[in-house]
């Protein structure tokens, strides 16, 4: 073999090994699994709290979820708190929260540092 084309295969077995490596390394990150309210749900009773559920055991200390109403005003919430289950995070919500469209924004980091953070809406619409 010439040394160019022993170049050209390694190169592309280089390739293949990075693209079958590096999708399954973000598996190893937390990410949000489920939320309640959930994503683009309307419920039609007040909810009580924002539950945020991962797929690894979020810092707590790290950990902080706020809440804004439609027109960008922040929600006044209670403190982040961790639940029963070890892989949730909560945080409870006035009593008197208005109806509305409201947009959660969240931020944890798993016990290996890496930080994540997203966001996503819900609407409260009595019946």
Do not use: N
């Not at 909810?47 to 439609?70: G, Q, W, Y």
Request: aromatic share 8%; hydrophobic share 45%; proline share 6%.
């Amino acid at each position: 073999m010439t040394q160019r084309f022993t170049s050209r295969v390694r190169a592309a077995a280089t390739a293949v090994l990075a693209l079958v490596i590096m999708p399954g390394a973000s598996l190893y990150h937390t990410h949000l699994k489920a939320s309640l309210p959930a994503k683009d749900e309307v419920v039609t009773k007040a909810p009580e709290s924002i539950c945020l559920t991962f797929s690894a055991r979020p810092e707590l200390a790290l950990s902080d979820v706020k809440l804004f109403t439609a027109d960008s005003t922040a929600v006044r919430i209670g403190k982040v708190m961790a639940t029963d289950d070890s892989l949730t995070i909560g945080a409870a919500l006035p009593a008197d929260l208005a109806p509305g469209q409201y947009t959660v924004a969240w931020r944890t980091a798993s016990k290996d540092g890496h930080v994540i953070r997203g966001r996503y809406r819900f609407s409260y619409t009595p019946k």
